[in-house]
């Protein structure tokens, strides 16, 4: 089996063509103002021109207000809208009606609690990400750190899940074994310092998702 990838946070014309090249079944691209990997639709909708439609297009915001989504998707068309914020099973449900996308939600994921509520957004989106609780501070995704994957042992959902956080090429095969994942985000583990990305490092993380 290889592990359904979506390289997210991209931001330049080489790391894109690397994520299309390595054959990533997702491309991600991030609109948070507070991040540094934030892109304009304007500019993701340049970066995305090469992206064929066999791999799907995914816009990452933070409790954006509806006129920001509305430029998104304008100017992208995206796939699917990833919520990174505090979005409510309502918000998530309205986001979906009001932009005619599919949505994958962004969970933090600590303790058992946290991986209970995942089951309110079941009945709202399409997809679910699992990410480690940010830091005191922290961004909302994209810190570079793991959770205790043991947490999602034997876990089921109604809907497929993705999981994200710390995922280098040196640790993906340990995390696919542990979880049970078959669909794999990563950022931080693609990155020469945060906000630039390695066409060579999204090259090499690809390749060690394939066959396992």
């Not at 994520?19 to 997702?26: L, M, T, V």
């Not at 995914?58 to 699917?80: F, G, K, M, N, T």
């Amino acid at each position: 089996m290889t592990a359904v990838v979506k390289i997210c946070g991209l931001n330049s014309a080489e790391t894109v063509a690397a994520a299309i090249e390595g054959a990533a079944a997702y491309v991600g691209f991030n609109f948070y103002p507070k991040s540094p990997r934030a892109v304009t639709p304007e500019v993701a909708a340049r970066l995305s021109a090469p992206v064929p439609k066999t791999i799907s297009k995914v816009a990452l915001v933070v409790d954006a207000e509806d006129r920001l989504l509305d430029e998104i998707v304008e100017a992208l068309s995206p796939d699917i809208l990833q919520l990174h914020g505090s979005e409510t099973p309502a918000r998530v449900a309205e986001i979906a009606k009001r932009t005619g996308r599919k949505v994958m939600k962004a969970l933090s994921i600590a303790t058992a609690g946290d991986v209970a509520r995942v089951r309110d957004y079941e009945c709202c989106t399409d997809l679910l990400l699992f990410d480690a609780k940010p830091p005191p501070g922290g961004l909302p995704g994209g810190n570079g750190l793991p959770f205790d994957w043991k947490l999602l042992k034997d876990a089921r959902w109604s809907v497929p899940w993705m999981l994200s956080g710390g995922l280098t090429a040196e640790n993906v095969a340990e995390a696919i074994r542990s979880t049970g994942a078959t669909r794999i985000d990563v950022s931080t583990g693609v990155e020469d310092r945060p906000g630039v990305k390695s066409p060579d490092k999204i090259r090499r993380f690809l390749a060690a998702t394939k066959g396992l």
